[in-house]
């Protein structure tokens, strides 16, 4: 069962959901029949990130949920711990930033009790996550740089689903910023604690240099706008934009539109020359 469990977490990350959820599905099917609490738990966390990637926002949240109450059962600390994680990043794709941050919080709280740093390795990408849509992109690095130096006294590779949420909001952060801010940022997240990190929310050292792009933006574009159109600049559909901004296809549309009527830009590659143009890439 969780051979299936880890099928279906390596055929989300390939870009599968279908196939993904009907692995879950079966794997669910079989902690039933044995009973295994844990084990289902587990499973229902994996089936409410196949959702999530599926924009079933309410199967999502009812199974992230789920998964909370089996863990309590079960009496799993790891499991309540990853039950809030998907929880926030269900909120991230809804942009409720407050709940996102209060999630990843509650869910490092029961972390520090417990020997679960795998899981905080996440959390720690969670928060990231969040940062990068408050566009707090250093305070993002900082978090990812901590993530690491966990990891590295942890032995094993993280799950795959892991990866698609972090390399999209990895990217992002990276485009938005210098390299010379970036790595400064990380090397700041690697020689200062953790308790400190969190600490300093949305706080510039005297160190990180400014990011590029600074507002105000050309054509009244918004924030979001410009994030949207980097990535368009780098090639990317609509789809894949969602798929990194984890939010509906629609919404990314909706921002393309906008971003043609404000800059009078008719085509992508207009998009691409005008994004070069006045240096927003």
């Known amino acids: 069962m969780y051979a299936l469990l880890l099928q279906a977490s390596m055929t989300l990350y390939r870009g599968d959901p279908v196939q993904a959820r009907a692995r879950v599905e079966e794997s669910l099917a079989l902690c039933k ?6 084990g289902i738990a587990y499973v229902l966390v994996m089936r409410g990130f196949v959702a999530l990637f599926q924009e079933e926002d309410t199967v999502s949240r009812s199974s992230f949920e789920e998964s909370l109450t089996f863990s309590k059962k079960a009496g799993d600390r790891g499991g309540m711990a990853l039950g809030l994680y ?62 690491e130096t966990l990891h590295e006294v942890v032995s094993g590779p ?16 990276r485009v938005q910023m ?8 990380w090397a700041e997240g690697r020689a200062i604690t953790l308790e400190h990190i969190l600490a300093t929310q ?8 400014a990011l590029k792009g600074q507002l105000p933006y ?14 368009v600049a780098q090639g990317l559909t609509d789809a894949q934009i969602a798929k990194g901004l984890i939010v509906s296809r629609h919404t990314v549309h909706t921002h393309v539109r ?11 590659s207009g998009l691409a020359g005008y994004a070069f143009k006045h240096e927003l890439v």
Request: with cysteine; aromatic share 6%.
């Open 33 to 38: 029949e044995v009973s295994d609490t844990r």
């Open 86 to 147: 998907g929880l926030g990043w269900l909120a991230l794709r809804q942009g409720d930033d407050m709940r996102v941050r209060t999630r990843y919080e509650e869910s490092l709280a029961i972390l520090r009790k417990s020997d679960y740093s795998g899981i905080s390795i996440l959390c720690l990408d969670g928060l990231a996550g969040t940062a990068v849509t408050q566009r707090q992109f250093a305070w993002a690095a900082r978090l990812w740089a901590a993530a």
């Open 158 to 173: 993280l799950p795959p689903v892991a990866r698609i949420t972090s390399e999209p909001a990895v990217a992002s952060a």
């Open 178 to 185: 210098s390299e010379q801010a970036f790595a400064i940022a």
């Open 202 to 209: 949305g706080q510039e050292t005297a160190s990180t240099p």
């Open 218 to 231: 050309p054509d009244k574009l918004t924030a979001r706008e410009v994030e949207v159109l980097r990535w």
């Open 258 to 268: 906008s971003i043609h009527r404000k800059t009078r830009v008719t085509s992508r």
